[in-house]
């Protein structure tokens, strides 16, 4: 793919007096962040919490229970972030809405919904409301492990060519999985359904009216690889129904990163408050649009977004194949170079349940009463503990694996609890497992022949010192860190500059309005050496329970499954 000039005159004169706003789509609510196209400057931004959250456990309409590893979402809180969010940033901003040019937007990925020929979810349809699978299946619905297995075993049987771009396999998260789920669990929602759209594009389709693919999604999440999606003759073999998935419900237009999908249509106008007719950028997911936020989109550069999940995205001028990675895509984050992501599928996510459910009462009293939350507390109290004091090791899979096992079916583990262990000291070994996690990453790339060769942060959990600290000292790498507490909204604002015309490229645009502090925390190296040794037993472990030694956490997750199907229809 050619690299787009970065010489060009910018057609948009006079950049001071000129905006764009990113608005980021996250996991529990939606962000707006309102951008100084000159120069990045953040002038002002606002946050929206989805009304109905993440339906885990009951469907909201109905009340009825889902089964384990069920994520759903309802898309009208997706809109209400543009009618709250956008408006409100804006003001804050204290700009004439007039002088915004552009607006881009990310979201979670994976993230599906299954809709009409015009755009209606079905979940908005009154005779589908009680329907579960009519409503958004978000990135973290693993249900469909079953369905991603069988076609890991059937292209790998069939030697199909896309499969080791994906890293040998492909995730439960992505959009064939979920979409041979959909079909085999409610055909007749799967008849009715006109496109499986991931969010980040009817997002955009809700702005312009119109649906345009967006690259980045099509090639890591729905497996299109050198123009091509896998064959109809390979869908039919794992389902006949499932030959004209491709054809009948995904394949549509692409739009490239950085284009403009449309312009701000009336309708949006008036839940923006921005003006009709500017310039909405092609959809984007959330980690992949934070890397020139970043300043990461040189070779080598890996940014690692942390958050609920952590994303691993880094380009490189080399294509290869990387076990376990969550693929390889031709200009998926820049054009003119190979795109790689990788990822963590439970990080702050693991930290949010242990606190919420396994630390005591006693713990969030002394916290308030310390003027802390009580991750800060957690963190204060075992911040000073010499590595390994805890006598802990744990897996950090309470979400399952998404890199480098790709398994969906693993579950967490903790190692070496005695009646003395305390509970900062299982929240330090579940920040270091994290770590590890990150670490086996990092290794795999750089042993494929992909070398990381500068680590930069991103994202919410970047605000705690000790937990960048540790990932230092396990990596053995200096830390460098965006400068923006906003990256995948900076990062949309950019591509939303460029959508504008006010950039050549997302290269250039990265540069003018990306921020970036290099190397804030540096590794200690007595700490890097314990960390070693820590990190050995860590492997064991990953490899013993990751790599068919000993499958009880499959098995576990079976019999959770059945027992739960007993219950329901009991």
């Given at each position: 793919?050619?690299?787009?000039?970065?010489?060009?005159?910018?057609?948009?004169?006079?950049?001071?007096?000129?905006?764009?706003?990113?608005?980021?789509?996250?996991?529990?609510?939606?962000?707006?962040?309102?951008?100084?196209?000159?120069?990045?400057?953040?002038?002002?931004?606002?946050?929206?919490?989805?009304?109905?959250?993440?339906?885990?456990?009951?469907?909201?309409?109905?009340?009825?229970?889902?089964?384990?590893?069920?994520a759903l979402q309802v898309p009208s809180d997706y809109v209400d972030v543009l009618r709250n969010a956008v408006p409100a940033a804006v003001r804050a901003a204290g700009i004439d809405p007039a002088a915004v040019i552009g607006l881009g937007t990310d979201f979670t990925a994976c993230t599906m919904i299954p809709v009409l020929a015009d755009g209606t979810p079905l979940s908005e349809l009154?005779?589908?409301?009680?329907?579960?699978?009519?409503?958004?299946?978000?990135?973290?619905?693993?249900?469909?492990?079953?369905?991603?297995?069988?076609?890991?075993?059937?292209?790998?049987?069939?030697?199909?060519?896309?499969?080791?771009?994906?890293?040998?396999?492909?995730?439960?998260?992505?959009?064939?999985?979920?979409?041979?789920?959909?079909?085999?669990?409610?055909?007749?929602?799967?008849?009715?359904?006109?496109?499986?759209?991931?969010?980040?594009?009817?997002?955009?389709?809700?702005?312009?009216?119109?649906?345009?693919?967006?690259?980045?999604?099509?090639?890591?999440?729905?497996?299109?690889?050198?123009?091509?999606?896998?064959?109809?003759?390979?869908?039919?073999?794992?389902?006949?129904?499932?030959?004209?998935?491709?054809?009948?419900?995904?394949?549509?237009?692409?739009?490239?990163?950085?284009?403009?999908?449309?312009?701000?249509?009336?309708?949006?106008?008036?839940?923006?408050?921005?003006?009709?007719?500017?310039?909405?950028?092609?959809?984007?997911?959330?980690?992949?649009?934070?890397?020139?936020?970043?300043?990461?989109?040189?070779?080598?550069?890996?940014?690692?977004?942390?958050?609920?999940?952590?994303?691993?995205?880094?380009?490189?001028?080399?294509?290869?194949?990387?076990?376990?990675?969550?693929?390889?895509?031709?200009?998926g984050i820049v054009s003119g170079l190979y795109g790689y992501e990788a990822g963590q599928s439970g990080v702050g996510d693991i930290f949010a349940w242990y606190v919420k459910n396994q630390v005591p009462g006693s713990y969030h009293e002394d916290a308030t009463a310390a003027g802390r939350s009580i991750h800060e507390h957690l963190t204060e109290l075992v911040k000073d503990q010499p590595v390994g004091g805890h006598g802990l090791i744990a897996l950090d899979w309470n979400g399952g694996?998404?890199?480098?096992?790709?398994?969906?079916?693993?579950?967490?583990?903790?190692?070496?609890?005695?009646?003395?262990?305390?509970?900062?000291?299982?929240?330090?070994?579940?920040?270091?497992?994290?770590?590890?996690?990150?670490?086996?990453?990092?290794?795999?790339?750089?042993?494929?022949?992909?070398?990381?060769?500068?680590?930069?942060?991103?994202?919410?959990?970047?605000?705690?010192?000790?937990?960048?600290?540790?990932?230092?000292?396990?990596?053995?790498?200096?830390?460098?860190?965006?400068?923006?507490?906003?990256?995948?909204?900076?990062?949309?604002?950019?591509?939303?500059?460029?959508?504008?015309?006010?950039?050549?490229?997302?290269?250039?645009?990265?540069?003018?309005?990306?921020?970036?502090?290099?190397?804030?925390?540096?590794?200690?190296?007595?700490?890097?050496?314990?960390?070693?040794?820590?990190?050995?037993?860590?492997?064991?472990?990953?490899?013993?329970?990751?790599?068919?030694?000993?499958?009880?956490?499959?098995?576990?997750?079976?019999?959770?499954?059945?027992?739960?199907?007993?219950?329901?229809?009991?």
């Amino acid at each position: 793919m050619e690299a787009q000039s970065e010489t060009m005159e910018s057609p948009v004169s006079n950049l001071d007096e000129h905006y764009v706003v990113g608005v980021d789509f996250g996991t529990l609510s939606g962000r707006a962040v309102v951008v100084r196209v000159s120069d990045g400057a953040e002038l002002g931004s606002a946050t929206h919490d989805y009304a109905h959250g993440v339906m885990d456990s009951v469907l909201a309409a109905t009340g009825a229970a889902l089964p384990p590893e069920w994520a759903l979402q309802v898309p009208s809180d997706y809109v209400d972030v543009l009618r709250n969010a956008v408006p409100a940033a804006v003001r804050a901003a204290g700009i004439d809405p007039a002088a915004v040019i552009g607006l881009g937007t990310d979201f979670t990925a994976c993230t599906m919904i299954p809709v009409l020929a015009d755009g209606t979810p079905l979940s908005e349809l009154p005779e589908l409301a009680a329907e579960p699978h009519a409503y958004v299946k978000l990135w973290k619905h693993h249900a469909a492990q079953p369905q991603a297995d069988r076609i890991n075993v059937l292209a790998a049987d069939r030697g199909e060519a896309w499969l080791p771009r994906y890293g040998g396999l492909i995730s439960s998260e992505w959009e064939f999985a979920k979409g041979l789920e959909l079909l085999e669990e409610s055909p007749a929602v799967y008849e009715r359904m006109d496109h499986w759209v991931e969010a980040a594009d009817w997002i955009v389709w809700q702005l312009t009216g119109t649906y345009v693919r967006n690259a980045c999604t099509a090639g890591y999440k729905g497996i299109l690889q050198d123009g091509q999606y896998p064959s109809a003759d390979f869908l039919a073999a794992l389902n006949p129904a499932f030959a004209g998935f491709v054809a009948d419900k995904l394949e549509h237009e692409i739009g490239q990163l950085g284009d403009a999908a449309g312009t701000l249509s009336a309708q949006a106008a008036t839940w923006t408050g921005l003006p009709e007719g500017i310039a909405i950028a092609v959809g984007n997911v959330d980690a992949h649009v934070t890397a020139p936020a970043a300043q990461a989109t040189r070779p080598g550069q890996l940014v690692a977004i942390m958050g609920t999940s952590t994303c691993h995205v880094m380009n490189s001028d080399v294509l290869t194949e990387v076990p376990g990675m969550c693929g390889v895509v031709d200009g998926g984050i820049v054009s003119g170079l190979y795109g790689y992501e990788a990822g963590q599928s439970g990080v702050g996510d693991i930290f949010a349940w242990y606190v919420k459910n396994q630390v005591p009462g006693s713990y969030h009293e002394d916290a308030t009463a310390a003027g802390r939350s009580i991750h800060e507390h957690l963190t204060e109290l075992v911040k000073d503990q010499p590595v390994g004091g805890h006598g802990l090791i744990a897996l950090d899979w309470n979400g399952g694996n998404r890199s480098v096992l790709v398994d969906a079916e693993l579950s967490g583990l903790l190692v070496g609890q005695t009646l003395t262990t305390r509970p900062e000291e299982i929240y330090r070994a579940l920040f270091e497992a994290t770590a590890f996690g990150t670490r086996e990453i990092v290794e795999a790339f750089t042993g494929s022949g992909v070398p990381v060769t500068e680590f930069i942060v991103a994202g919410g959990l970047l605000r705690n010192p000790f937990l960048m600290q540790v990932y230092s000292d396990v990596l053995r790498m200096p830390l460098s860190i965006i400068a923006s507490e906003q990256g995948p909204a900076l990062g949309s604002a950019i591509h939303a500059a460029v959508a504008a015309g006010a950039y050549p490229s997302v290269l250039a645009a990265g540069e003018a309005m990306g921020k970036v502090t290099r190397a804030v925390y540096e590794p200690r190296p007595e700490a890097a050496d314990a960390y070693d040794a820590l990190y050995a037993e860590y492997r064991a472990l990953h490899d013993y329970f990751g790599r068919g030694a000993n499958d009880v956490m499959h098995r576990l997750k079976a019999m959770r499954r059945a027992a739960s199907r007993e219950q329901v229809t009991a």
